[in-house]
């Protein structure tokens, strides 16, 4: 039956298209944000049978609050919240929607991940929950039920129970007491109350169930775990102190993908062809999931989010349960997208026979399932990851590489660009310089925090071997290393080895020796001193700062702008960049310590410097005849850019506006056209700039003799004629200059002041004629004084005398 609803608008801007999911407490509707032109999931609030009005009023200000303050998270590993409706007497929640399924259905179909896979999901979800904490928020509800794992982006984490603002300015679960058992911490369980530490838990409950697929504490075994072993551990313990800082679990998650990486190369016989998918496992059928990351229970009793079949699939189909993934057809059309091309190769390391390769994976609608790789343009590889080892080559030789990525359909991507490489001349058996200044930066009860200065190398570096008393626990990319899972108060000896892509390792660091903390570390680092700005342009802002002290050791210090985290820096100095021209901006310091405790922030505002117009200088030049055109130009220079100048030019009493952009950079001029006027006269032109402040000059010209209306007369001739009857004849030349149409001239030839001949000619513009005149009487011997005078356009030119003689 067709919901009657089907079609409605809400707010004139929301079309409900069909149901696609329910609830115990709403049904989840696809729809159209008209506005936006984008797909939409829209959550319509039911309240459960029997409800008093009293019990209905409660819950309608419970829904409304959970937006207000989820809705203020914006960060891309978390499901946003668009827009809240109040229509036909019920709620509404608009939402990001996703093509993908849950963590949960995922393992359920194909089986628990590889440990480097729920390394990276784990990431994820921690700089989701770093971007809720900040904001105030615990999540509360993590599980894998409320993880989504999209086709092709990273994963979301939605299911944010409401929340209520709490005496300490931070936002508490309203409704969540005793969570879901197996992921909520103990402390939640048994008082059903936690805060930041309590997701933690969950998370390290959540990466537990992506790689042995059930819950801790369940009958499966625990042999999947791996290198993530301690890191699940730590999250997991039963002491919400003795558990990791979201930042330290970020670090060792990320310590274990290098791990991981440096342990497992790969050769040429692991090389997998991807022009058509694997066969499946666990009879597993591709399910296209629209998974609708709407919080279906908005803190209520219900379902998390609805997973469904394809859009616009049949009404009267089966809800599934939450998190329990349903059998869905294959799509109905075929994908004939190709993925998007990988970009950013580079070569990652040479050796004598050796190139490898690195790029940034490629985006596909479906998914990319691999890369083929092409030698000097002929395919020598396949992979399922970003990177590649070309193995087998010859020594001293130059190559050329492109990467294309293909899907599951076996539709392939346009190339990359191409990069060249060229094999090592000999082997390189030079080992790394050993690293220097290795130093403990942070202590907690199970963790030490390692940091020291790059070795250097005729290559270069790729990674650093950590060694704790004696043993290899470490395998990292950068100069940073948290060991953790210690037990408190342990002593332990530190040492530090840097290996290069020829597998060549240094002599080890100087030993460093520290001791775990034997009570969690609350206390937090001093205050960032003398916050300051360094140097100021158009669009960027150097800041440096004192550094903080503390009891155990500064690990970094996180930055912050207008209230909105920007990244954490080792050291007292970061370059703000990408700013707004004349913008004030305030910054906030943290220090933050091995333990994750934050000081109390150094503030400062600061402004971006405001761009000036330091001159604007007016020129006029004019055309040639015919045409005769003052054409108004104007240099216009400025103290620093990116900036736009409005201008406006005034030419003869006639205004325009026009505006000239600067790039970003300092000092710096422009020569724009600004305008033209008419040359045929005098004229004045003034070009002032009216933003970013008022500058401006003026320039007056004549105009050009050439240009202007009327005519001139040349040199004129006279001579007499034969005796016996002798005539007087003369000639004058008669230019018209430029009058815009043909005009008649009356010459007349005067003897000694009196005229005694006439003529009428028309002469087009800028053109000339000589005119000849013979009078018609004859003159007597003797001497006479010979002028012309021309007249025309209400203008009259005369000539010079011009002496002739009779003598007869």
Request: aromatic fraction near 4%; proline fraction near 7%.
């Amino acid at each position: 039956m067709v919901n009657p609803l089907a079609g409605a608008l809400l707010t004139a801007r929301y079309r409900l298209i069909e149901p696609i999911g329910s609830g115990n407490s709403g049904v989840v509707w696809d729809a159209r944000d008209e506005t936006l032109d984008i797909p939409v999931a829209i959550r319509e609030l039911r309240f459960p049978n029997g409800a008093t009005e009293e019990q209905r009023t409660a819950l309608l200000q419970e829904a409304r609050l959970e937006p207000r303050y989820t809705g203020r998270l914006t960060h891309p590993n978390i499901v946003a919240v668009h827009d809240v409706v109040e229509e036909h007497d019920r709620l509404w929640i608009v939402l990001q929607r996703v093509t993908g399924r849950s963590l949960a259905a995922d393992v359920a179909a194909d089986g628990p991940w590889e440990p480097a896979r729920a390394a990276r999901l784990g990431i994820q979800l921690v700089e989701a929950l770093i971007a809720a904490h900040q904001a105030g928020i615990v999540h509360g509800a993590i599980k894998p039920s409320n993880v989504l794992v999209p086709e092709f982006s990273g994963a979301l984490l939605t299911d944010f129970p409401a929340v209520a603002p709490s005496a300490d300015g931070t936002l508490a679960a309203i409704g969540t007491a005793g969570g879901t058992a197996g992921y909520s911490a103990p402390e939640r369980l048994t008082t059903g109350t936690g805060g930041p530490a309590a997701d933690l838990y969950s998370l390290g409950a959540t990466l537990y169930f992506a790689v042995e697929g059930t819950a801790p504490g369940g009958s499966g075994t625990t042999r999947h775990r791996g290198p993530l072993a301690p890191v699940i551990d730590g999250l997991l313990s039963r002491d919400p102190g003795h558990r990791p800082s979201l930042a330290n679990t970020r670090e060792q998650l990320s310590n274990v993908l290098g791990m991981i990486s440096a342990e497992t190369p790969r050769t040429k016989s692991q090389r997998v062809k991807v022009a058509r998918p694997a066969p499946p496992r666990r009879s597993r059928r591709r399910l296209v999931w629209v998974i609708v990351a709407a919080v279906v229970a908005l803190g209520l009793a219900g379902a998390a989010f609805a997973q469904v079949r394809a859009p616009h699939s049949a009404a009267s189909a089966p809800t599934p349960a939450a998190g329990t993934p349903s059998a869905a057809p294959s799509p109905s059309a075929p994908d004939t997208t190709a993925p998007q091309q990988p970009v950013s190769l580079v070569v990652s390391g040479r050796t004598t026979n050796v190139i490898t390769l690195v790029w940034t994976p490629a985006i596909d609608d479906v998914a990319v399932t691999g890369y083929r790789v092409q030698r000097n343009g002929v395919q020598v590889g396949a992979t399922p990851t970003a990177d590649y080892a070309d193995t087998g080559l010859a020594v001293k030789t130059a190559y050329t590489y492109t990467v294309i990525a293909v899907d599951a359909a076996g539709n392939a991507s346009v190339p990359s660009a191409a990069v060249a490489g060229t094999t090592l001349a000999v082997p390189d058996t030079a080992k790394p310089t050993p690293p220097t200044r290795v130093r403990v930066t942070g202590r907690s009860t199970t963790s030490i925090v390692l940091n020291w200065t790059a070795a250097t190398d005729d290559i270069g570096v790729a990674r650093y071997q950590v060694r704790r008393d004696g043993s290899q626990v470490g395998n990292v990319t950068g100069t940073r290393f948290t060991d953790n899972g210690l037990a408190p108060g342990t002593t332990h000896t530190y040492s530090v080895r840097a290996v290069d892509a020829a597998g060549n390792v240094s002599d080890p660091s100087a030993q460093v020796t520290s001791a775990t903390l034997t009570a969690p570390d609350t206390a937090a680092p001093s205050v960032p001193g003398a916050l300051r700005a360094t140097d100021r342009t158009t669009t960027t802002i150097k800041l440096a700062w004192n550094g903080s002290v503390d009891n155990v050791g500064v690990t970094g210090y996180w930055v912050y702008r207008n209230g909105a985290r920007l990244l954490a820096v080792d050291t007292g100095a970061y370059t703000d960049t990408g700013l707004a021209p004349g913008t004030t901006y305030a910054y906030q310091v943290r220090a933050s310590d091995g333990a994750g405790n934050l000081s109390a922030p150094a503030s400062l505002s600061v402004a971006t410097i405001e761009p000036q117009v330091t001159g604007v200088t007016t020129a006029v030049s004019i055309g040639g005849v015919p045409n005769c055109t003052a054409t108004v130009s104007a240099t216009v220079s400025v103290s620093a850019g990116p900036v736009t100048v409005s201008l406006q030019t005034v030419i003869n009493g006639e205004t325009s506006t026009s505006s000239v952009s600067f790039g970003a950079g300092g000092a710096q001029s422009r020569t724009v056209t600004v305008g033209t006027g008419v040359g045929t006269a005098d004229g004045t032109a003034q070009v002032s700039s009216t933003a970013p402040n008022t500058v401006g000059s003026s320039k007056s010209w004549n105009g050009p003799s050439a240009c202007q209306a009327g005519f001139t007369v040349g040199s004129a001739s006279a001579s007499a004629g034969d005796c016996g009857s002798p005539t007087i004849s003369g000639s004058v030349r008669v230019t018209a200059l430029n009058n815009g149409s043909a005009q008649q001239f009356t010459v007349q030839m005067r003897v000694d002041g009196s005229s005694v001949a006439e003529k009428t000619v028309t002469i087009d513009p800028n053109s000339s004629d000589v005119v000849g005149l013979t009078s018609p009487d004859p003159f007597g011997n003797g001497s006479y004084s010979v002028t012309f005078v021309v007249t025309g356009g209400g203008d009259s030119h005369g000539t010079g005398d011009v002496p002739v003689s009779i003598e007869c």
